[in-house]
């Protein structure tokens, strides 16, 4: 089928739908649906069989929505409507939650409904259970609705509020007041609970020493304590507040400025004149799993198997982050075990160096240095150890060196249905991280051209197939983690495994001896040197957009296939490759 994909940004969800349709043999075209006159135009070029709105705040023009099926996916269970849906299931405590297939009408989300699918509710931030519970749910909405769709039998079921399955109702947008924060009332539990019902988008407004910022990143801290509203410790960027019973870590803040220019940051870089007498609190890398804290990096050990969890705030890493991490890597390597598994978060793997810092840092070339580096330290550091097998297991997406560092890994496993965005140049970077030799080594070079040159995101089942990855398994997170810990441990376990490990030692040798792993690290970094240093680059101009949300004008040609004249075929070929 054609089909053709509205939406606000090519975001996870939009990519994901991409990936799945394209799989599944449809021919997809994507147009970010700027306004009316755009959306019309695109129906009118590409002339779809069923258009899909994954991820659309726009509303559909009726001339669209007249003569064609619109299908709106709405994150919401049957019945629910308005804007802000997942903020108040969140704020509501609700246990399950859903996502709705919907044909677009006069009124909005009280279409008829095509497929709705419920999935359970998690205690994480509204984008980390967009990216994953919520993704996934809408993936199976989407394709029971192209199926249904497809069958041409099927009668979409018009909203009724008499029905016993529908449960939803119209709830207006949450403004800031819904949620806001009374310190001297509100419990941990409330405070983490509201903070997440608004992060990443918008963000939850408050106060902090007369100014206004908006929070991100919470996490319940069990141990500290002071007068509520007070920040009574920092650590690793993240700065620690007092509650009526307890304590709470807020990783980021953004300042509100009359402009809205303003930067997502570490909190305690943004209020780094108000901290001098704040106290850093420390937390060991093996810290109780019970334990309430804020941690970025942890450590575990189970049956030979040592797990290195690192959960940096959307997936980005800066140059402490990155060096932390390799200290971390090195005191694992360090134990008597003999897998080591590199566990990413589960909202991100990894992205890859930290955009935002690098925008605030004085110098932002030299940042960009410096970040560049630490991140190759690590890499060096995986990539060079011979005492133990390294498994990579990617619970969350991956994109750019993120992606690489992953591959710096002995093996690869992915949860099913992550995003993998394994390119560097739609940020005008060549790109590092020892990119040059481990992704030809996995894919092949003519495929390692393609894939960082196409810059399109890919799916786990592609990713698998042509290398990239050595396995995807497990729909969710948690059973993900379950079946990682099965595969280690097996590996661990196996009567081969000196073998393995022999055998890994000695292509790591023969691989020096043609060529020295330096050799392709100082190659990258002068590419890298003339982006970040030289005049005509445009990664400072690309990194600026990315960071501030300036969106382009026009959706790029290699999404949208029906503005491309004439028609390029190695813009689907990757996409569809099997
Ligand atoms: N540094 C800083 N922030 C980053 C980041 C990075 N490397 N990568 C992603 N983010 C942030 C985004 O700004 C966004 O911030 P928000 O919480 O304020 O909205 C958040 O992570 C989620 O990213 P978003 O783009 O909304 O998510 P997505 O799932 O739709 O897309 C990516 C994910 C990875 C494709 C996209 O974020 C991206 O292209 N990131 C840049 C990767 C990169 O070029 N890294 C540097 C080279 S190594």
Not at 96 to 107: H, P, R
Not at 150 to 178: A, I
Not at 400 to 426: E, S
């Amino acid at each position: 089928m054609k089909i053709l994909l509205l939406a606000t940004a090519y975001n996870s969800l939009t990519q994901r739908t991409h990936l799945e349709l394209a799989y599944r043999g449809d021919q997809v075209s994507i147009e970010l649906g700027l306004n009316e006159e755009v959306m019309i135009e695109a129906v009118d070029l590409y002339q779809p069989d069923l258009i899909i709105a994954p991820m659309l705040k726009q509303v559909i023009p009726e001339t669209i929505w007249r003569r064609q099926v619109c299908i709106i996916i709405h994150p919401g269970i049957k019945g629910d409507r308005g804007s802000s849906a997942l903020d108040w299931a969140m704020v509501n405590n609700v246990e399950s939650w859903g996502v709705t297939a919907l044909q677009a009408n006069e009124e909005m989300d009280a279409g008829d409904i095509w497929a709705s699918v419920n999935f359970p509710m998690e205690p994480v931030s509204k984008s980390c259970l967009y990216r994953s519970q919520l993704t996934q749910a809408a993936i199976q909405a989407i394709l029971q609705t192209v199926e249904r769709f497809e069958s041409g039998t099927f009668t979409p079921e018009p909203l009724d509020y008499n029905k016993p399955d529908v449960q939803g109702c119209l709830r207006p947008y949450m403004k800031q007041r819904f949620r806001a924060i009374d310190w001297s009332y509100d419990s941990t539990s409330t405070i983490v609970q509201k903070i997440r019902s608004a992060d990443s988008q918008p963000g939850l407004l408050d106060r902090i020493y007369g100014k206004r910022y908006y929070l991100y990143g919470a996490h319940p801290e069990d141990t500290l304590k002071g007068t509520p509203g007070e920040i009574i410790a920092q650590r690793h960027g993240a700065i620690c507040r007092a509650t009526v019973d307890g304590a709470v870590w807020i990783s980021h803040l953004k300042q509100k400025t009359p402009n809205r220019l303003s930067l997502k940051l570490p909190a305690a870089l943004v209020l780094a004149n108000e901290l001098e007498t704040v106290p850093e609190s420390d937390v060991p890398l093996e810290v109780s799993p019970h334990r309430q804290t804020y941690k970025e990096i942890g450590y575990e050990e189970k049956n030979q198997v040592g797990y290195l969890h690192f959960d940096f705030y959307n997936g980005a890493m800066s140059t402490d982050q990155c060096r932390r991490l390799r200290d971390a890597f090195i005191y694992a390597r360090s134990r008597k075990t003999k897998v080591i598994v590199l566990m990413g978060g589960q909202d991100f793997w990894s992205n890859g160096i930290h955009l935002n810092l690098i925008e605030a840092a004085e110098d932002p070339a030299d940042e960009s240095w410096r970040n560049i580096n630490a991140m190759n330290d690590l890499i060096h550091t995986i990539l060079t150890t011979d005492t133990h097998l390294v498994i990579a297991a990617l619970q969350g997406n991956a994109a750019a060196g993120g992606v690489m560092l992953a591959l710096a890994a002995d093996q690869v496993y992915a949860r099913r249905g992550i995003v993998l965005n394994p390119h560097y140049k739609r940020m005008g970077l060549y790109g590092s991280e020892y990119w040059t030799y481990s992704l030809p080594k996995r894919v092949g070079s003519q495929k390692a051209q393609e894939l960082t040159d196409i810059c399109l995101p890919m799916g786990t089942q592609v990713a698998a197939e042509i290398g990239l990855i050595d396995q995807a398994f497990a729909d969710q997170p948690t059973s993900f983690r379950q079946q990682i810990q099965f595969v280690a441990e097996e590996i661990a376990h196996h009567p081969d495994y000196g073998k393995q490990l022999a055998f890994k030692h000695e292509q790591r040798q023969r691989d020096e001896r043609f060529k020295p792993l330096d050799a392709y690290r100082s190659e990258e970094l002068a590419q890298m040197r003339r982006n970040f240093y030289e005049p005509d680059q445009y990664y400072h101009q690309q990194r600026y957009n990315f960071v501030y949300k300036i969106t382009a004008s026009e959706t790029p040609r290699h999404l949208a296939i029906h503005r491309q004249v004439p028609h390029s075929e190695i813009t689907c070929s990757l996409i569809f490759c099997q």
